[in-house]
């Protein structure tokens, strides 16, 4: 997850890097498609490096399923949905229906460029990951986690995370969407460059906010002991 993150985000950088710098409009149908297709091939290196180093530092022992995953973790049903979608639209001879020629390009992209690279850019990770550096020191005594009360719950953390990222963008995505299911045109891409960095500084800060909440409620839950914690 935390590969395939990384990627998403640097494909969303780049689309609207590309946005701003006025390569996309309204005259040119479909450019905004092909560029996040080919930023999905070529940023395949990012997702494998993240995963690959977080993983080795994480003590993981099998690497190579871990980079298989990383590279079919969103492309794999992504693809099965796609397709599915897909055959209807030729069953009933849409013009939304790409052709089979272009789904083999697809194909092919992922599979010599985009695949490719995730293993390229995970044995990259792996070989240039260094050691987890705890950031404070633990003691060998182990304890029991104690009970919170219903508002301090994963649950409604989980709640609050995605909320008040969403309201930092709920007004630009009713845009966004009308331009992708209707016939409006967004071309606001100033703004949306604007409100990107509005909804990362809102993330990191409320990631910051409740991992502290969680840290105070001394609710940290290691692999070895899933129910304890170490101090």
């Given at each position: 997850l935390l590969g395939v993150g990384s990627?998403?985000?640097?494909?969303?950088?780049?689309?609207?890097?590309?946005?701003?710098c006025g390569m996309f409009t309204v005259h040119r149908h479909g450019s905004l498609?092909?560029?996040?297709?080919?930023?999905?091939?070529?940023?395949?290196?990012?997702?494998?490096?993240?995963?690959?180093?977080?993983?080795?530092?994480l003590q993981g022992e099998h690497w190579v399923w871990n980079i298989i995953l990383t590279a079919s973790l969103f492309t794999v049903p992504f693809f099965l949905i796609w397709f599915?979608?897909?055959?209807?639209?030729?069953?009933y001879g849409t013009t939304q229906a790409l052709p089979y020629t272009t789904v083999l390009i697809l194909?092919?992209?992922?599979?010599?460029?985009?695949?490719?690279?995730?293993?390229?850019?995970?044995?990259?990770?792996?070989?240039?990951?260094a050691n987890f550096d705890a950031p404070c020191r633990t003691k060998n005594i182990a304890r029991e986690i104690p009970q919170v009360a219903w508002y301090r719950s994963s649950l409604v953390r989980m709640l609050v995370g995605g909320f008040l990222p969403f309201s930092a963008i709920s007004v630009e995505l009713y845009y966004i969407f009308s331009t992708f299911w209707g016939r409006e045109q967004y071309t606001l891409y100033g703004i949306l460059m604007i409100v990107f960095i509005i909804l990362l500084s809102v993330t990191a800060?409320?990631?910051?906010?409740?991992?502290?909440?969680?840290?105070?409620?001394?609710?940290?839950k290691i692999s070895e002991h899933k129910c304890k914690i170490l101090f």
């Amino acid at each position: 997850l935390l590969g395939v993150g990384s990627q998403f985000l640097s494909i969303f950088t780049g689309i609207l890097i590309f946005a701003v710098c006025g390569m996309f409009t309204v005259h040119r149908h479909g450019s905004l498609m092909a560029s996040g297709v080919i930023l999905y091939a070529f940023t395949s290196c990012v997702a494998g490096y993240m995963s690959g180093r977080m993983y080795r530092q994480l003590q993981g022992e099998h690497w190579v399923w871990n980079i298989i995953l990383t590279a079919s973790l969103f492309t794999v049903p992504f693809f099965l949905i796609w397709f599915i979608i897909n055959s209807f639209a030729w069953a009933y001879g849409t013009t939304q229906a790409l052709p089979y020629t272009t789904v083999l390009i697809l194909a092919f992209m992922w599979l010599f460029v985009g695949f490719p690279l995730t293993v390229l850019g995970g044995i990259f990770g792996k070989n240039w990951a260094a050691n987890f550096d705890a950031p404070c020191r633990t003691k060998n005594i182990a304890r029991e986690i104690p009970q919170v009360a219903w508002y301090r719950s994963s649950l409604v953390r989980m709640l609050v995370g995605g909320f008040l990222p969403f309201s930092a963008i709920s007004v630009e995505l009713y845009y966004i969407f009308s331009t992708f299911w209707g016939r409006e045109q967004y071309t606001l891409y100033g703004i949306l460059m604007i409100v990107f960095i509005i909804l990362l500084s809102v993330t990191a800060c409320i990631s910051i906010a409740l991992t502290y909440f969680q840290l105070a409620a001394e609710n940290i839950k290691i692999s070895e002991h899933k129910c304890k914690i170490l101090f």
